[in-house]
């Protein structure tokens, strides 16, 4: 019996000691937007930095769209715009 009670304790302890620290593990919401690529679909990776940076305080990627056609791509946390 006394084995069983201190599987119940650790058990129990367990479950608060997650509760506590998923409580603390909240994540900041990220805002994207695409903008049109720099270099008429090609996309210079600086200037596309440079544009999100200037707009959104956030950082720019070049992602390829159709074909041979890129898009700047921005992400900046949603509370800071």
Do not use: R
């Amino acid at each position: 019996m006394a084995k069983f009670s201190w599987n119940v304790v650790i058990v129990l302890f367990s479950v608060l000691l997650v509760t506590l620290l998923m409580s603390e593990a909240v994540g900041q919401e990220m805002c994207h937007d695409v903008l049109a690529a720099p270099g008429n679909g090609k996309c210079d990776p600086q200037s596309c930095k440079d544009q999100c940076a200037s707009k959104y305080s956030g950082s720019g990627l070049c992602v390829q769209s159709f074909g041979n056609l890129f898009s700047c791509n921005c992400s900046w946390p949603c509370g800071k715009q």
